[in-house]
């Protein structure tokens, strides 16, 4: 737990520390470049986080599928209409986190 804690805090001030120049502008008003370039790495990064969670979820939840459907084949129709409405939820998380990252690049004005 301390060494969570500590590894928190460090990704905390990792965090923390460049807000001050990422948010700062130039003397017309235009935002520099580095606001861009950490707008597209932290896209991506929260969108890999995303797909790993997701991933992690997926296979978690069709193993457990599968154990159950061996042992109880009669059980097997709920669980996959179970199974299916389980993963649809999970994979709409990811695709919530993508919306975010083409949010956030496009407020950015990097590809559109």
């Known amino acids: 737990m301390k060494r969570f804690l500590v590894l928190l805090f460090v990704v905390t001030i990792v965090v923390?520390?460049?807000a001050a120049t990422?948010?700062?502008g130039d003397?017309?008003?235009q935002t520099s470049s580095n606001v861009k370039a950490f707008a597209a790495i932290g896209a991506l990064i929260g969108l890999g986080i995303a797909a790993l969670g997701t991933g992690i979820g997926q296979g978690l939840g069709l193993s457990k599928a599968c154990d159950g459907v061996a042992?109880?084949?009669?059980?097997?129709?709920?669980i996959t209409t179970t199974l299916i409405i389980g993963l649809a939820m999970i994979e709409s998380l990811c695709?919530?986190?993508?919306l975010l990252s083409l949010?956030?690049?496009?407020?950015?004005k990097l590809f559109f």
């Open 103 to 108: 949010g956030v690049l496009m407020n950015q």
């Open 95 to 98: 695709i919530y986190a993508f």
């Open 16 to 18: 923390a520390v460049p």
């Open 22 to 24: 990422l948010y700062a």
């Open 27 to 29: 003397a017309d008003g």
């Open 71 to 78: 042992r109880n084949p009669g059980a097997s129709g709920k």
